[in-house]
């Protein structure tokens, strides 16, 4: 099946300034890569997804990259603000097994410090 | 739409004892995910259901763990006997075309259970 690792596992960034979360999958086979966004105690809901016939998306603050070759993708958020602190999960649709399913990250805690 | 409605929204319970969590899909959505999230684990998939038929329980820990699907409007995961070890958020999700087609998953609140 597909393996997703993510990087960092934390990440303290001052507001104003951007900030990186990387992902890399093993399964050449994965098209759909969701980003999640987890505040504390909440449910994790999507806040981006990129499919692997574009490179790059972006709205407003936030933008996936997406490297098929290199088999990683990225999660940018500019101008970051205080409430942007929550955990982003990354994740990539495994297609190369016939049942589909949704391989998540370990995480990555965010907090932006004011 | 009220979105994913999970139930209970917290259970401590003590071990060995049995431990039914719910959940209530989106209306007209016809896969339904459940989810355990750990500090040590992270998030896991338990098991799923498209037009309430198990698809891939592969993802449940053990036959102390168990999930129904009976109508398209419900869903139960079961745990007997519970064990400390259990402790954990428990997520029902739901999505319209499923996980192979790439559509947006949506989160139940969770239910946070506690076994001791």
């Known amino acids: 099946g597909e393996n997703v690792e993510q990087h960092p596992s934390t990440l303290s960034v001052q507001e104003g300034d951007s900030a990186v979360i990387k992902c890399t999958y093993s399964?050449?086979?994965?098209?759909?890569f969701p980003w999640y966004k987890q505040e504390l105690g909440k449910r994790p809901q999507l806040i981006i997804d990129i499919r692997s016939n574009v490179g790059e998306k972006k709205d407003q603050r936030i933008a996936v990259t997406l490297n098929k070759t290199a088999k990683h993708f990225s999660l940018h958020i500019t101008e970051t603000q205080p409430e942007d602190s929550a955990v982003y999960f990354c994740a990539a649709l495994d297609r190369g097994s016939t049942l589909g399913r949704l391989y998540f990250g370990r995480g990555t805690q965010l907090t932006v410090w004011p | 739409d009220a979105g994913v409605i999970q139930s209970p929204r917290h259970e401590v319970t003590e071990m060995g004892q049995e431990v039914t969590l719910r959940c209530k899909p989106i209306?007209?959505?016809?896969?339904l995910f459940w989810y355990r999230q750990t500090m040590m684990r992270g998030l896991e998939l338990l098991i799923y259901?498209?037009?309430?038929?198990?698809?891939?329980d592969s993802g449940m820990p053990e036959d102390r763990f168990s999930a129904k699907m009976p109508n398209a409007s419900f869903s139960t995961l079961k745990i007997q006997p519970s064990e400390p070890r259990d402790s954990a958020v428990y997520f029902c999700?739901?999505?319209?075309?499923?996980?192979?087609?790439?559509?947006?998953?949506?989160f139940g609140e969770g239910s946070w259970l506690t076994v001791v």
């Open positions: 999700a739901s999505s319209s075309t499923g996980q192979t087609t790439g559509n947006t998953i949506y």
């Open positions: 399964d050449s086979a994965s098209n759909y």
């Open positions: 209306s007209g959505h016809d896969y």
């Open positions: 259901f498209n037009n309430n038929v198990p698809i891939d």
